[in-house]
């Protein structure tokens, strides 16, 4: 794309062209640009010198126009159109859109949300597909860089590029199965630290490795003590079988993944009074300011939102 030439022209010079071939009358072409007729000469004047061409000559009707100008009119039309289209407030039709967005996600919260978006996308964006990936270290960078679309996470303090919509609060839980020797009675530190411990990466992005300490880990290491870990993982299911199939215990939280919850027979307990835990965690929709005002990424948005609140009034009703 020849960039240097065009940006010696001022493309006002193609409206004004335009209308000359439209027109072929420099008094009428001036009119309709509300311009006087010295001024419209002028700016043929220097339309002759942009494309090294007389374009009209004159005659008793007005202009004719010469070669040149006749390819122009030919093709000047769908340029001023595609101009014209860049430029104008786009009006996005879901039924219409061909295209993708990128969510990044804990499995978590992905099996939440992702499944009832589908759904919606299904009915009424049938054009628009959902790229998923878990939740990494990097996905503020990939964010910054238009590699992904939006972020499910816990809240965190970002760069003020960054546009952070509250999702709703997730109660810290200890999980266990159904059966488990501490479902009934209360739960003390001491009694969860006999037992060995599933660590699933729930809402932290983070690598998984076996000397991969949690905010559970270093509240333990401050009063003195640790836990075991038989597995550490970020893969939900599989976290879930082994919960259901041994007398290992899981923190998560205490009112989402109901249905799985259900399904692997899992038993929720408060966090013992001495840890002292965080009352609520927040999760969070994370987006780039550069997306703020595309139509796409805003209805997108919507529907997460709309689904989210769904959840949230259906536990309520439980």
């Known amino acids: 794309m020849a960039l240097d030439s065009l940006s010696r022209v001022d493309l006002n010079l193609l409206v004004a062209l335009q209308v000359l071939l439209e027109e072929r009358n420099v008094t009428r072409s001036a009119e309709r640009l509300f311009v006087t007729q010295p001024a419209m000469s002028k700016t043929l004047l220097r339309l002759r010198g942009v494309f ?3 374009l009209f000559t004159r ?8 070669p040149r ?6 093709l000047l039309p769908q340029v001023l159109n595609g101009i014209n289209e860049i430029l104008a407030q ?20 992905a099996v939440q949300v992702v499944p009832k978006l589908s759904q919606l996308l299904q009915q009424q964006a049938p054009g628009l597909c959902i790229a998923l990936s878990s939740t990494q270290d990097e996905y503020v960078q990939e964010l910054e860089a238009g590699d992904v679309d939006f972020a499910l ?4 303090k970002l760069p003020k590029d960054f546009i952070v919509t509250a ?14 020797p501490l479902e009934n009675g209360d739960l003390t530190l001491d009694l969860m630290l006999e037992y060995p411990f599933i ?3 729930l809402l932290i992005a983070d690598k998984v490795s076996p000397h991969s300490d949690s905010r559970f880990d270093k509240t333990l290491a401050k009063i003195g003590r640790s836990r075991k870990k038989l597995l550490i993982t970020n893969q939900l299911m599989t976290a879930l079988d082994t919960l259901h199939s041994t007398d290992c215990l899981m923190l998560a939280t205490m009112d989402d993944l109901k249905h799985e919850g259900e399904f692997y027979e899992i038993v929720r307990k408060p966090y013992p009074e001495i840890l002292n835990p965080d009352p609520v965690i927040p999760a969070v929709l994370v987006q780039h300011r550069r997306t703020i005002n595309s139509p796409l990424h805003n209805w997108v948005k919507q529907l997460i939102l709309e689904i989210v609140q769904g959840i949230r009034v259906a ?4």
Request: aromatic share 12%; net charge negative.
């Open 52 to 54: 090294a061409d007389p």
């Open 59 to 66: 005659s008793g009707r007005g202009l004719v126009p010469t």
């Open 69 to 74: 100008a006749l390819e122009i009119e030919r």
């Open 90 to 109: 786009q009006n996005f039709r879901p039924d219409t859109f061909q295209g993708s967005l990128r969510l990044v996600a804990p499995e978590f919260l």
């Open 153 to 156: 996470e816990v809240e965190n």
């Open 167 to 180: 999702l709703g609060d997730f109660t810290p839980a200890v999980w266990m199965r159904r059966g488990h």
């Open 199 to 201: 660590q699933y990466f």
């Open 315 to 318: 536990r309520s009703l439980e």
